[in-house]
């Protein structure tokens, strides 16, 4: 069940931003999308942009916007990404005001990027943001799940298993860590850490005053 603040209350909320990391394989896009389909959650999914080939599973606008080089390069330069990164040759992005606005309204964001990503996010929104780093039981399954996939050639798959150790490196930098052993496990423990994000007392606009009221009144 989640928690959330209904019209009613006398407190509302500000949104934050939910970033999931991992090495590719090790199932933050999985969990992601599991959490932001989910309605009670009321999750804003993230969409990033990305230079990258669509896979032949992958619908754009609903995965990536899929944008040419000189198209991103003229956002960035525009100060209209809140972060990007270069990742396996591509680049990839986050448009920064749909985030902005959703914040503002009190919606969640749900993110799945890297750590460069992160690390951007994190110095721009600093007090919105809970990370999560997501890990691989093994290489050797992390490997078994990327051949499963069957989408990527055999030195693409090389490449992604090299450049896992270097982001699982950056587990240290996280809010959270999760072993993907077990996906409905995971999932399940996912949305405990949203439920208590939610319930931190700084996101909570107008408590103060909630509280300054409950102590002046009288009787009881």
């Known amino acids: 069940m989640s928690v959330g603040f209904e019209a009613t209350s006398p407190v509302t909320r500000r949104g934050l931003v939910l970033i ?17 389909r989910q309605p009670e ?10 230079t990258r080939t669509r ?15 000189e198209t ?7 100060d209209d990404m809140l972060e990007w990164a270069e990742v396996h040759g591509n680049f990839y992005g986050t448009p920064r005001r749909p985030v902005e606005a959703a914040l503002a309204a009190g919606r969640d964001m ?3 990027i890297d750590y460069q990503g992160t690390r951007q996010v994190r110095a721009k929104l600093r007090e919105d943001v809970v990370t999560i780093f997501i890990l691989p039981p093994s290489m050797a399954e992390l490997r078994r799940r990327l051949e499963r996939r069957a989408e ?6 090389e490449r992604r298993l090299r450049n896992a150790r270097t982001e699982i490196e950056r587990w240290s930098e996280y809010d959270y860590v999760l072993i993907n052993d077990d996906l409905d496990r995971s999932f399940k423990t996912l949305e405990a850490i949203l439920t208590a994000e939610r319930l931190r007392r700084q996101r909570q606009v107008g408590l103060d005053r909630f509280v300054e009221g409950l102590l002046a009144e009288t009787g009881g």
Do not use: C, N
């Not at 959650?41 to 990305?50: A, I, R, Y």
């Not at 619908?59 to 899929?66: A, E, K, S």
């Not at 990527?152 to 798959?157: L, N």
């Open 110 to 112: 749900i993110f799945d």
């Open 55 to 69: 896979r032949p599973s992958e619908i754009d606008g609903q995965h990536y916007r899929f944008i040419d080089r």
């Open 152 to 157: 990527d050639t055999a030195e693409t798959i």
């Open 20 to 36: 999931l990391s991992s090495p590719s394989g090790a199932g933050k896009t999985t969990l992601t999308r599991a959490l932001a």
């Open 41 to 50: 959650w009321k999750l804003d999914l993230s969409v990033s942009v990305t």
């Open 72 to 78: 991103f390069e003229s956002m960035r330069e525009r």
